[in-house]
């Protein structure tokens, strides 16, 4: 179950691997569709059904080494599943090697944000996201997949840029003011291009990246925790993520709120290709050219 289907041991062993690409269970605080513990291995399986040659970087970036830790299984309470995670993610960055998570529902980003806080300096954020998830609680928790981005921007205080964001509590939108983040509205820039460089534009040297699938339109997904109409478009969430590769250094990223549905392979095969292609820009510069120069 190697990300990619990768057999050859010299691009797939930890050793070797520039990339680790780490599968999450858990779904511990989901408020509505279920089936988000059961994602990472879903999109990790339909990942070996990919082509691992991307035309548009002409490079077969597995070769820089991607490995497949084990995944971290399900634990209660929240907190101390969250205190898990950030322990492994400590682990995980401190090997020097790119850290790919795959979840799970989205409050299991907080712990491996903090733990790539804790070892980049100048670090902020880029979400792609539908919903804000600025609450500082939920259902009764701060760890929960609706308050993921109120501990980075509250409590980790790293600047973040949020796109695609169409869904908001009154409580969120009266905060927005007071936190250091910018809001890219679906609204505003869902069939154009001329944002990317300014969403970039407000990130900081270091990035880690945050995807929450639903942040895309649920024509493309809709097997995701908490769908909602009108989202980003598969060359617009492509557009920028090259966008972000060549303009800043990205040290880390998730992808997350995939939910398995039996028989429906396409969502989990378009989250793995989301994440190789991303994994192709960021390391466009570090990978042979297979027809060009």
Sequence with gaps: ??????VESEFSNFERARVLVWPVSYEGTVSYGTGT?????????????????????????YKIGIHTVDESPSIDPPARMMQSLYE?????VGTGKFVT?????????????????ERYDNLSVLQIDAHADLRDTYDGTPHSHAS?????VRDMRLPSVQCGIRSVSAEEARS?????????????IVGRT?????????????????????????????????????????????????????????????????SYVEGYDASAFLCAKLIYKTLAFIFEGQTSRVRGA
Aim: aromatic share 8%.
């Design 1 to 6: 179950m190697n990300f990619g289907g990768i």
């Design 101 to 117: 998570m795959i979840g799970g529902e989205h409050s299991v980003s907080a712990p491996v944000i903090r733990a790539h806080a």
């Design 176 to 188: 927005l003011g007071e936190l250091p983040t910018r809001v890219f509205w679906a609204k505003d």
């Design 88 to 92: 492994r993610a400590r682990e995980l």
């Design 194 to 258: 001329d944002w990317w460089d300014a969403a970039v534009d407000g990130l900081t040297e270091n990035v880690y990246l945050t995807i929450d699938i639903d942040g895309l339109d649920p024509s493309l997904v809709a097997q995701t925790g908490t769908p909602e109409p009108g989202g980003l478009g598969w060359y617009e969430t492509i557009g920028l993520l090259r966008t972000l590769a060549r303009r800043r250094r990205v040290v880390g990223m998730d992808l997350t709120e995939y």
């Design 148 to 152: 993921i981005m109120a501990r980075v």
């Design 37 to 61: 513990g059961r994602g990472a291995e879903a999109i990790i399986d339909a990942s070996r059904n990919m082509e691992l040659y991307d035309e548009e970087t002409d490079a077969e970036v």
